[in-house]
């Protein structure tokens, strides 16, 4: 497909299991970005990949998340001993050129539920 | 004090009116602005780049004062369809974008 996907799109978990959330780019784009928003929140920022350079992390909450990129592309987010306060959607997005400037193209999001 | 702030609304105004919305922000070096659209539930979408010279796109008018730091949005002729939370975002460091948390916007009949 042309756009960001992300697996699952829904995912119920019991506290403290881990879970992993995936995102694939859109490909050609160098850049990926992880986002956090509970509901009727705004958009928290947790983690940038730019190519080869080390990730910008400094979103990530608590060491319980972490991410990583394989052959900078696919990217996995990894939430372990998960809380109920880490339910909210997890959105992945990718960056491009539009019109000389870098823009980001969401992926339709992971909606995680910790019970 | 937040990198990005705006009002969160909602916005309440009939088919057909102009609403405006603004949004500030913290950092003098910022290097780029956009407005995002989201919809309930699903995931912000690009509507328009901010450019200094003010830009305009059909219904949608954005303009930047760097002076004061802050980026509107103006819509006109205002439809049913827009309805929707409308997001602030500005490019803080290279490539990393800060969104602010949103204006929401009812558009009744």
């Known amino acids: 497909g042309a756009g960001v996907s992300q697996s699952p799109s829904n995912k119920v978990t019991e506290k403290g299991k881990d879970v992993e959330l995936r995102c694939d780019p859109i490909?050609?784009?160098?850049?990926l970005y992880w986002y956090r928003q509970s509901l009727g929140q705004g958009l928290e920022f947790l983690i940038y990949?730019?190519?080869?350079?080390?990730?910008?992390k400094s979103g990530l909450p608590s060491d319980r998340f972490s991410a990583e990129r394989t052959g900078g592309s696919v990217s996995t987010l990894t939430i372990q001993r998960t809380q109920q306060e880490d339910s909210a959607v997890y959105l992945c997005?990718?960056?491009?050129?539009?019109?000389?400037?870098?823009?980001?193209?969401f992926g339709p999001g992971t909606r995680l539920l910790v019970l | 004090r937040k990198e990005v702030e705006q009002d969160p609304g909602p916005f309440n105004v009939p088919e057909g009116a102009t609403v405006a919305f603004n949004c500030t922000y913290s950092?003098?070096?910022?290097?780029?602005f956009f407005w995002y659209r989201q919809d309930c539930r699903k995931e912000p979408k690009l509507l328009m780049s901010?450019?200094?010279s003010g830009n305009e796109d059909g219904r949608f008018t954005a303009q930047l004062n760097r002076a004061s730091q802050y980026i509107s949005l103006l819509i006109r002729d205002s439809k049913l369809s827009d309805s929707a939370t409308y997001l602030c975002v500005v490019n803080i460091r290279f490539q990393k974008l800060v969104f602010g948390t949103g204006t929401r916007l009812l558009v009744s009949p």
């Open positions: 490909s050609g784009h160098t850049a």
């Open positions: 901010v450019y200094s």
């Open positions: 997005a990718s960056s491009g050129r539009l019109g000389g400037q870098e823009t980001q193209y």
């Open positions: 990949f730019q190519g080869n350079s080390a990730p910008d």
């Open positions: 950092n003098s070096a910022s290097q780029s």
